[in-house]
């Protein structure tokens, strides 16, 4: 894996190492996709059940500084992370809790009004925008149709 490659190497010159902990919780926020810390332990246990949520937690900072992963509040719970190469907007239903992902270029326009108005860079890869999923507004605009004699 080029990544766990680059992360060895980054590691190593930062005087640190690859630890099998640090290794798991990468594996683990690598296989889960998007995870809460909480979810990343509960997988990271099933291998080792003496790593704590505390040292999840650290990890996941460490693994952000460096770049190999990023995290997104895609609620009011706790955030999510995926690796650094996951890279989209995600699109939350604040109804139903679906969670859909478009490319990070779909706010290009949008990026680029705020770099010409505020000097602003959006990182479009960290963001998370709440609405309506289709399915919901569906469903509302079925029921107006209902009530509206």
Do not use: W
Not at 5 to 34: C, F, N, Y
Not at 66 to 75: E, I, R
Not at 127 to 136: K, N, P
Request: charged share 25%; aromatic share 2%; with cysteine.
């Amino acid at each position: 894996m080029e990544v766990d490659t680059e992360l060895r190497q980054t590691l190593h010159r930062r005087g640190l190492r690859m630890t099998p902990q640090r290794q798991l919780v990468l594996d683990a926020v690598s296989e889960l996709g998007h995870a809460t810390p909480e979810a990343v332990c509960t997988r990271v246990q099933a291998t080792a059940p003496a790593v704590n949520i505390t040292t999840v937690y650290r990890t996941l900072d460490l693994l952000e500084q460096l770049g190999v992963v990023k995290h997104t509040h895609l609620g009011h719970g706790a955030p999510t992370y995926a690796t650094s190469e996951h890279e989209h907007v995600h699109l939350v239903c604040h109804h139903c809790g679906r969670v859909d992902e478009i490319e990070a270029d779909a706010l290009d326009a949008l990026a680029g009004a705020l770099r010409e108005s505020h000097g602003f860079r959006l990182d479009a890869t960290h963001v998370a925008l709440s609405g309506t999923c289709r399915d919901c507004a569906d469903s509302a605009d079925a029921e107006l149709a209902e009530e509206t004699p």
